[in-house]
């Protein structure tokens, strides 16, 4: 994320293309429409890029997404109920496991204050219809593309869910069919065209572009095992602040093992309030929709087929459709969670609002009907408490040389680079030292999403034209894996450095001592290159230039 941040100014001041650069994968280079390079993070960020660098701006927009996404939520809100229940469920929405848990990892999928005011334009193209849905139509045009640049797939997954809601309510509707539709078909055409004119470019690049991906982003079938449990919303993982240690340990089995995605938490009380909400205010018609929506969305994060407790039942869920369907094959079905979230905070926030209205308002008539009062009052106060996440988060500091820029500062600006470790996951330093020197060299390798089979990605760099260097280098960094898998010709290791340092011109090496065998690399390059050009402090990261340097 932080070489994205840093990717996107520097793409605009120079006028390069902002969705295709060479600068990571060299000499191929990789089309970033297909990653998660949220241009408009990149554009709201820049100028905390270009005074505090990427890592400045990555803590500071992280800071904004939680406070940003609450603000959005309450304002939105405030449509339906008081300031205080619209304030919890801006909490909930802005500081709750989903954006806990997300946080970890994506910035892309936390950065979401827009998703709520496009909730509230549908709302008012459906329900309201006060406004001229043409200029309504703009302004949901605008935000959607907005959140396409920031994340599309939340986008989908919103559109997926609204529009299996908008199928049920023109199903129970039909006689005011034509009434409820008629400001959505309006529109239409100007929602449609601002977003096109927002997002056209980012989208031919995907789908036709330099170096575009065939298929989706992984094999359908990693995609697919990326799913929800029927128990995820009341097991607790170690994100919240209560959270017994063996629910907590359960937890972490859930979503094939992905913690950062686990994101489907609600607790017993919320869900049991969600659906006494629904039943007591049924003829409310925003609480009710809302939990509609949510139950949609939550069914669809259960993936293809139902686990139960980690173990697959064998029943068929609706989600194994978009598999089969071109572009929708891309989706991660946990990350329905996310609109789950969405919807369960605007019917918390506003069955809150009911239930304190009918306490001030209304006297009970019986004893149990002030039983059942303070029942569902305890079940709010333990929802709150429930969801309170465990503080102080988790930071910390690089864990490369502190004076490593000192050390990088001798590469001449344009070079070409090559770096052990090899740039892949989880080794992406040297693309942190790449964007906190705004981009002044590119790099052999990385890690981004590029073509990896016949019809899906990988996040592995190309095979370049003599692979035994970058199996070398990989196999260095884990001893006990091998990243191609394929035959090198037998050669020495000089030499074969020594090819690939002159076939792609590569200006400098770097060196850092990390690594499951990292001597091996050093040896190397000190055998071919002699003494380095630059040392930092701890003798841990060593630079070499290749200029007038000739292989021994």
């Given at each position: 994320?932080t070489?994205?941040?840093?990717?996107?100014?520097y793409?605009?001041?120079?006028?390069?293309?902002?969705f295709?650069?060479n600068?990571?994968?060299?000499p191929?280079?990789?089309?970033?429409?297909?990653?998660t390079?949220?241009?408009?993070l990149?554009?709201?960020?820049?100028?905390?890029?270009?005074t505090?660098?990427?890592?400045?701006?990555?803590?500071?927009?992280?800071?904004?997404?939680?406070?940003?996404?609450?603000?959005?939520?309450f304002?939105?809100?405030?449509?339906?109920?008081?300031?205080?229940?619209?304030f919890?469920?801006?909490l909930f929405y802005g500081?709750?496991?989903y954006?806990?848990?997300?946080?970890?990892?994506h910035?892309n999928?936390?950065?979401?204050?827009?998703p709520?005011?496009?909730?509230?334009?549908?709302?008012?193209?459906?329900?309201?219809?006060?406004?001229?849905?043409?200029r309504?139509?703009y302004?949901?045009?605008a935000?959607?593309?907005?959140?396409?640049?920031?994340e599309?797939?939340?986008l989908?997954?919103?559109?997926?869910v609204?529009?299996i809601g908008?199928?049920?309510l023109?199903?129970k509707?039909?006689?005011?069919?034509?009434q409820?539709?008629?400001?959505l078909?309006?529109?239409?055409?100007?929602a449609?065209?601002?977003?096109?004119?927002?997002?056209?470019?980012?989208?031919w690049s995907?789908r036709?572009?330099?170096?575009?991906?065939?298929?989706?982003?992984?094999?359908?079938s990693?995609?697919?095992?990326?799913?929800?449990d029927?128990?995820?919303?009341?097991?607790?993982?170690?994100n919240e602040?209560?959270?017994?240690a063996?629910?907590?340990?359960?937890?972490?089995?859930?979503v094939?093992?992905?913690?950062?995605?686990n994101?489907?938490?609600?607790?017993?009380?919320?869900?049991?309030?969600?659906?006494?909400?629904?039943?007591?205010?049924?003829?409310?018609?925003?609480?009710?929709?809302?939990?509609?929506?949510?139950?949609i969305?939550f069914?669809?994060s259960?993936?293809?087929?139902?686990l139960?407790?980690?173990?697959?039942?064998?029943?068929?869920m609706?989600?194994?459709?978009f598999?089969?369907?071109?572009?929708?094959?891309?989706?991660?079905?946990?990350?329905?969670?996310?609109?789950?979230?969405?919807?369960?905070?605007?019917a918390?926030?506003?069955?809150?609002?009911?239930?304190?209205?009918?306490?001030f308002?209304v006297s009970?008539?019986?004893f149990?009907?002030?039983?059942?009062?303070?029942?569902v009052?305890?079940?709010?106060?333990?929802?709150?408490a429930?969801?309170?996440?465990?503080?102080?988060?988790?930071?910390?500091?690089?864990t490369?040389?502190?004076?490593?820029?000192?050390?990088?500062?001798?590469?001449?600006t344009?070079?070409?680079?090559?770096?052990?470790?090899?740039?892949?996951?989880?080794?992406?330093?040297?693309?942190?030292w790449?964007?906190?020197?705004?981009?002044?060299?590119?790099?052999?390798g990385?890690y981004?999403?590029v073509?990896g089979?016949a019809?899906?990605?990988?996040?592995?760099?190309?095979?370049?034209?003599?692979?035994?260097?970058?199996?070398?280098?990989?196999t260095?960094q884990?001893?006990r894996?091998?990243?191609?898998?394929?035959?090198?010709?037998?050669?020495?290791p000089?030499?074969?450095?020594?090819?690939?340092?002159?076939?792609?011109?590569?200006g400098?090496?770097?060196?850092?001592?990390v690594?499951d065998?990292?001597a091996?690399?050093?040896?190397?390059?000190?055998?071919?290159?002699?003494?380095?050009?630059?040392?930092?402090?701890?003798?841990?990261?060593l630079?070499w230039?290749?200029?007038h340097?000739r292989?021994?």
């Amino acid at each position: 994320m932080t070489w994205f941040l840093s990717w996107v100014p520097y793409a605009l001041r120079h006028g390069l293309n902002l969705f295709h650069t060479n600068f990571i994968d060299y000499p191929s280079g990789v089309d970033l429409a297909n990653g998660t390079s949220s241009p408009l993070l990149g554009i709201l960020a820049a100028p905390a890029t270009l005074t505090l660098g990427p890592v400045g701006a990555f803590n500071l927009l992280l800071r904004l997404a939680f406070a940003s996404s609450a603000s959005s939520m309450f304002l939105v809100l405030r449509k339906w109920c008081r300031w205080p229940a619209a304030f919890v469920g801006g909490l909930f929405y802005g500081f709750g496991p989903y954006m806990v848990s997300q946080a970890q990892t994506h910035l892309n999928l936390v950065f979401v204050p827009i998703p709520p005011l496009i909730v509230w334009c549908l709302y008012e193209l459906l329900y309201v219809q006060r406004r001229n849905p043409v200029r309504i139509g703009y302004l949901l045009g605008a935000l959607s593309g907005a959140q396409a640049l920031i994340e599309p797939e939340l986008l989908v997954l919103l559109y997926i869910v609204v529009s299996i809601g908008v199928v049920a309510l023109a199903l129970k509707n039909t006689v005011r069919l034509r009434q409820k539709f008629e400001g959505l078909v309006r529109a239409a055409i100007p929602a449609s065209v601002t977003f096109l004119l927002i997002t056209g470019f980012m989208i031919w690049s995907m789908r036709y572009g330099p170096g575009h991906l065939v298929g989706t982003a992984q094999p359908v079938s990693s995609l697919q095992l990326t799913q929800g449990d029927l128990i995820g919303p009341v097991v607790p993982t170690r994100n919240e602040l209560f959270a017994p240690a063996p629910l907590a340990a359960k937890a972490a089995t859930f979503v094939a093992g992905n913690f950062s995605e686990n994101s489907t938490y609600l607790s017993v009380s919320m869900v049991v309030l969600i659906f006494g909400f629904a039943l007591r205010w049924r003829r409310t018609r925003e609480l009710f929709a809302a939990a509609l929506l949510a139950l949609i969305a939550f069914v669809l994060s259960l993936g293809p087929t139902l686990l139960i407790n980690g173990r697959a039942s064998g029943i068929p869920m609706p989600e194994r459709v978009f598999a089969h369907i071109a572009l929708l094959n891309n989706l991660i079905p946990v990350r329905f969670s996310f609109v789950v979230y969405l919807f369960v905070a605007i019917a918390f926030a506003i069955g809150v609002d009911k239930f304190a209205q009918e306490i001030f308002f209304v006297s009970p008539t019986n004893f149990w009907q002030g039983v059942t009062r303070v029942s569902v009052a305890a079940l709010i106060v333990a929802s709150i408490a429930l969801l309170i996440p465990r503080t102080p988060f988790i930071t910390k500091s690089p864990t490369w040389p502190p004076d490593v820029y000192r050390a990088l500062a001798v590469i001449p600006t344009g070079s070409v680079v090559l770096t052990y470790p090899y740039p892949v996951f989880p080794f992406t330093e040297a693309m942190s030292w790449q964007a906190a020197e705004h981009m002044r060299f590119r790099l052999i390798g990385g890690y981004a999403t590029v073509q990896g089979g016949a019809n899906f990605g990988t996040g592995n760099p190309p095979v370049l034209g003599q692979p035994f260097i970058q199996e070398y280098l990989m196999t260095a960094q884990y001893t006990r894996q091998r990243y191609y898998r394929m035959p090198s010709p037998v050669v020495r290791p000089h030499q074969a450095l020594c090819k690939f340092l002159s076939t792609y011109r590569i200006g400098a090496v770097v060196f850092w001592n990390v690594g499951d065998n990292p001597a091996k690399v050093k040896s190397l390059f000190e055998g071919v290159l002699g003494a380095p050009s630059r040392i930092t402090k701890n003798g841990q990261l060593l630079v070499w230039l290749t200029r007038h340097r000739r292989c021994a």
